[in-house]
Antibody
Framework: QVQLQESGPGLAKPSGTLSLSCVVS?????????WSWVRQSPEKGLEWIGE???????NYNPSLKSRVTISVDTSKNEFALNLRSVTAADTAIYYC????????????????WGQGTLVIVSS | DIQMTQSPSSLSAVVGDRVTITCRAS??????LNWYQQKPGKAPKILIY???SLQGGVPPRFSGSGSGTDFTLTINTLEPEDFATYYC????????FGGGTKVEIK
């Protein structure tokens, strides 16, 4: 059974950096999937932040690209999110998720999800 | 980016009802459409991928259809545990989600 677990501070200061990690069990970050971050807030709903493959290849949401870095550590079987220059608008529940690749036609879907971690941006 | 529009945003139903939720994409996404269920305090859970393929372990009362820009999630014979919020998500390009449909008890 594949499980993902987020960890990191629940509070970030305005203009600071939000940093989260996600440890994966039951699968390897070196497998043929994308490892993603998705956030959820009442204002914006569910929003894909970005993703990484074991090779280090990344894709980012264009609206966040200038502030986001996602990295992977295959030795720890985990991946991480850094979001810079945060504001109150970045307050959200942050989920780490595997973007599972189907066998054909580029099909893919988000499964499984971590339980999520609430990050509040406030001084 | 591709915009996903769900309707209705909420609905009231009783156990045993048949419920239909629609999702429209701002451009064709072929069959690259997924449906999720989310309960309060929990992460979303995949129900249907590729528009109509049921994820393992999901009850067959859930079904999905559609292609191109218009998609439907149907719940036949609503059960008590089905009261939740449902989201569509396109996987044709950079992922985007619909705004959600909350299924409430009438």
């Amino acid at each position: 059974q594949v499980q993902l677990q987020e960890s990191g501070p629940g509070l970030a200061k305005p203009s600071g950096t939000l940093s989260l990690s996600c440890v994966v069990s039951g699968d390897s970050v070196g497998s043929d999937h994308w490892w993603s971050w998705v956030r959820q807030s009442p204002e914006k709903g569910l929003e894909w932040i970005g993703e990484i493959r074991y090779s280090g290849t990344t894709n980012y949401n264009p609206s966040l690209k200038s502030r986001v870095t996602i990295s992977v550590d295959t030795s720890k079987n985990e991946f991480a999110l850094n979001l810079r220059s945060v504001t109150a608008a970045d307050t959200a529940i942050y989920y780490c998720v595997r973007r599972t690749l189907g066998e054909t036609g580029g099909l893919n879907w988000f499964d499984p999800w971590g339980q999520g971690t609430l990050v509040i941006v406030s001084s | 980016d591709i915009q996903m529009t769900q309707s209705p945003s909420s609905l009231s139903a009783v156990v045993g009802d048949r419920v239909t939720i629609t999702c429209r994409a701002s451009q064709s996404i072929r069959g690259h459409l997924n449906w999720y269920q989310q309960k309060p305090g929990k992460a979303p859970k995949i129900l249907i991928y590729a528009a109509s393929s049921l994820q393992g372990g999901v009850p067959p009362r859930f079904s999905g259809s559609g292609s191109g820009t218009d998609f439907t999630l149907t719940i036949n014979t609503l059960e008590p545990e089905d009261f939740a919020t449902y989201y569509c998500q396109q996987s044709y390009s950079d992922p985007t989600f619909g705004g959600g449909t909350k299924v409430e008890i009438k």
